[in-house]
């Protein structure tokens, strides 16, 4: 079974950084699309950033500049470099992964994929 694990939240002051990680597992042929989304409280879930297999990438309005998606395929993996944090950063952080999944059979499944979340607290 295809899951995705996140590392590497944490709580971290205004103004510093931390790099959280993004590996899938399992029946993997092809992963399409990796993404960061946030969540916090009492507020909706919003695209942090996108990255395609090619690299092309999409940015949050509010994190360009400051943050920066890569991912390497080798290790069906995505990671989000996130530098110049703002109290306003402070939310649980998921992964997102478009792969097709290899069930059998000669036959592939196009499955989209969220991790549990990893939470980033930024304050002093």
């Known amino acids: 079974q295809v899951q995705l694990v996140e590392s590497g939240g944490g709580l971290v002051q205004p103004g510093g950084s931390l790099r959280l990680s993004c590996v899938a597992s399992?029946?993997?042929?092809?992963?399409?699309?990796m993404a960061w989304y946030r969540q916090a409280p009492g507020r909706e879930r919003e695209l942090v950033a996108r990255?395609?297999?090619?690299?092309?990438?999409v940015y949050g309005d509010s994190v360009k500049g400051r943050f920066a998606i890569s991912r390497d395929n080798t290790k069906n993996a995505a990671y989000l470099q996130m530098n110049s944090l703002k109290s306003e950063d402070t939310a649980r952080y998921f992964c997102?992964?478009?792969?097709?999944?290899?069930?059998?059979?000669?036959?592939?499944?196009?499955?989209?994929?969220w991790g549990q979340g990893t939470l980033v607290t930024v304050s002093s």
């Open positions: 990255i395609s297999r090619d690299g092309d990438t």
């Open positions: 997102k992964a478009l792969l097709w999944e290899d069930i059998g059979n000669n036959r592939q499944t196009n499955r989209e994929l």
């Open positions: 399992g029946n993997i042929v092809s992963i399409q699309t």
